[in-house]
């Protein structure tokens, strides 16, 4: 099994910055790519960025050049920094876990808001 636990959410004014963290733990190995998804309210759940294990990476159209993802395989960490935020990024943020082709592991969730 694996497990996630985001942390790092919060209050933050518009044109701030926040640093989203993942811890994993469990049969990490299993996991081939790495990601964090949001999902704002009344809307669906949507990939934000995307880490492969051979560092390819990936970005919603909606952040890039706004935020980045990273990974320290030391500390089995996933960390999301999140700058220029806008209102529209106020959303719950999930860290999750690909296995083969299927996201099978999702964190709890961390909160962000973004005030204008």
């Known amino acids: 099994q694996v497990q996630l636990v985001e942390s790092g959410g919060g209050l933050v004014q518009a044109g701030g910055s926040l640093r989203l963290s993942c811890a994993a733990s469990?049969?990490?190995?299993?996991?081939?790519?790495f990601g964090w998804y949001r999902q704002a309210p009344g809307k669906q759940r949507e990939m934000v960025a995307t880490?492969?294990?051979?560092?390819?990476?990936t970005y919603a159209d909606s952040v890039k050049g706004r935020f980045t993802i990273s990974r320290d395989n030391a500390q089995n960490s996933l960390y999301l920094q999140m700058n220029s935020l806008e209102p529209g990024d106020t959303a719950v943020y999930y860290c999750a876990g690909r296995r083969l082709a299927i996201w099978s592991y999702w964190g709890q969730g961390t909160r962000v808001t973004v005030s204008a």
């Open positions: 880490l492969a294990t051979g560092g390819a990476t």
């Open positions: 469990g049969n990490t190995g299993v996991i081939n790519t």
